[in-house]
T-cell receptor, first 112, second 117 residues
Framework: QQQVKQSPQSLIVQKGGISIINCAYE??????FPWYQQFPGKGPALLIA?????SEKKEGRFTISFNKSAKQFSLHIMDSQPGDSATYFC???????????FGSGTRLQVQP | GAVVSQHPSWVICKSGTSVKIECRSL??????MFWYRQFPKQSLMLMAT?????????EQGVEKDKFLINHASLTLSTLTVTSAHPEDSSFYIC?????????????FGEGSWLTVV
């Protein structure tokens, strides 16, 4: 059972464009939602995270939008750059187990 | 941000042998460490959760006798793949959560590539 559903599987964006990745969850026991960026052969790096009592969080070019009632959250990358080309994972932290459950990942390619 | 180091970065071992992967938190004390496995072009799958000084909690379907996890100190956890087989070849990643923050931020190591031949 996939607890965190992520889409799209892959995304191609032109340089300067906006990249949007969406995630949805079912388990209401999740209380923290980070996004990770992973380059090939490397471990995931924390990009930005949000708590469910906040509807939006922005850090530089990265913004998380959170819809608690719909149990959905998304990552927006503004002014996308070729260096942003990587795989992005959304995740959710279980309030009890305190372990992360990951989405299936989105492979982003930003074309110059 | 906090640093989590894994060693070795990559290892090749013969089928039937055991291999140990270390995970260290370099600048914070990690009360909890997590081990993930990631196959090529797939997501990270949680294998087990370990708390310092106690036995690891394994996810359903993960063989505890095959994947031995030790979290003997607040800065070190080890994963030993025993009697490794080619199907164990994967990217193993550890992560850690420490005392230095609210407990939500989890930092990941750089991963360890295991190839069993």
């Amino acid at each position: 059972q996939q607890q965190v559903k992520q889409s799209p599987q892959s995304l191609i964006v032109q340089k300067g464009g906006i990249s949007i990745i969406n995630c949805a969850y079912e388990n209401t026991a999740f209380d923290y939602f980070p996004w990770y960026q992973q380059f090939p052969g490397k471990g995931p790096a924390l990009l930005i995270a949000i708590r469910p009592d906040v509807s939006e969080k922005k850090e530089g070019r990265f913004t998380i939008s959170f819809n608690k009632s719909a149990k959905q959250f998304s990552l927006h990358i503004m002014d996308s750059q070729p260096g942003d080309s990587a795989t992005y994972f959304c995740a959710a932290l279980h309030t009890g187990r305190r372990a992360l459950t990951f989405g299936s990942g989105t492979r982003l390619q930003v074309q110059p | 941000g906090a640093v989590v180091s894994q060693h070795p970065s990559w290892v090749i071992c013969k089928s039937g042998t055991s291999v140990k992967i270390e995970c260290r938190s370099l600048d914070f004390q990690a009360t909890t460490m997590f081990w993930y496995r990631q196959f090529p072009k797939q997501s990270l799958m949680l294998m087990a959760t370990s708390n310092e000084g106690s036995k690891a909690t394994y996810e359903q379907g993960v063989e505890k006798d095959k994947f031995l996890i030790n979290h003997a100190s607040l800065t070190l956890s080890t994963l030993t793949v025993t009697s490794a087989h080619p199907e164990d070849s994967s990217f193993y990643i550890c992560s850690a959560r420490g005392l230095h923050n609210s407990g939500n931020t989890i930092y990941f190591g750089e991963g360890s590539w295991l190839t069993v031949v």
